[in-house]
Structures are given as C-alpha cells and as structure tokens.
Nanobody
Framework: QVQLVESGGGLVQAGGSLNLSCVVSGRTFSRYIMGWFRQAPGKEREFVAAISWSGGTTRYADSVKGRFTISRENAKNTVYLQMNSLKFEDTAVYYC???????????????WGQGTQVTVSS
C-alpha cells in the first residue's frame, strides 16, 4: 500500500512563498511519477505540476509556470512544490499524487495524499 503525506501548507500574504512537501511510503518511490494537484472551493481539482523518476522532466500548468517549481529527492522519498509569488487565486487544498510508470502524466494518478491547505491573503 502506498501512502502519501503532504505538509507545508498555511496562510501567506500575496507575493509570498511556501514550500510543500510530500513523503511517500510503501513502495519504491523512485519508480513513481509524482504530481501536485489543487482544488479550490467550488471548483474541480486541477493539475499543477508533475515530475519524472529522475527529475529530468517536469510539466506545469500554465497558471503556475515561472512561479512554482516541482522537485524530488528519491533518497528521502519526498517530492516538493516550491511556490513563489503567490496569488489570491492560488488558494486551494493541494494534493500530492503518485503514479507508477514512465510518462509524466497530468491526469492519471492512482495514489493520493490527504491534502494540505494553502491560503493566500490579498
């Protein structure tokens, strides 16, 4: 069984930064594509960022390009989401997700964390 636990969310002013972490346990972390998603109140969950096994390939939603950076440390079974220049519209519950495979996908993930709240005040 794969378990994902996010941390690092909180309240921040617009223009500020947060760094989310997600620790994965249960299987070989380095064989998983890792992704971050978010869901704002009243909206559907949306893709934010994803990263390949090696970290050499990343993908981002247009809304966060240039502001967010996804990275991973396979030795620590951890994936990160560094969020800079935060905007009010970034307010959401952020979810970490894992998918065994090779292709860096923006939608197909089998394993999910419980989410961490990010609130950006304007």
């Amino acid at each position: 069984q794969v378990q994902l636990v996010e941390s690092g969310g909180g309240l921040v002013q617009a223009g500020g930064s947060l760094n989310l972490s997600c620790v994965v346990s249960g299987r070989t972390f380095s064989r998983y594509i890792m992704g971050w998603f978010r869901q704002a109140p009243g909206k559907e969950r949306e893709f934010v960022a994803a990263i390949s096994w090696s970290g050499g390939t990343t993908r981002y939603a247009d809304s966060v390009k240039g502001r967010f950076t996804i990275s991973r440390e396979n030795a620590k079974n951890t994936v990160y989401l560094q969020m800079n220049s935060l905007k009010f519209e970034d307010t959401a519950v952020y979810y970490c997700a894992a998918q065994p495979g090779v292709v860096v996908t923006t939608y197909k993930y089998d394993y999910w964390g419980q989410g961490t709240q990010v609130t950006v005040s304007s």
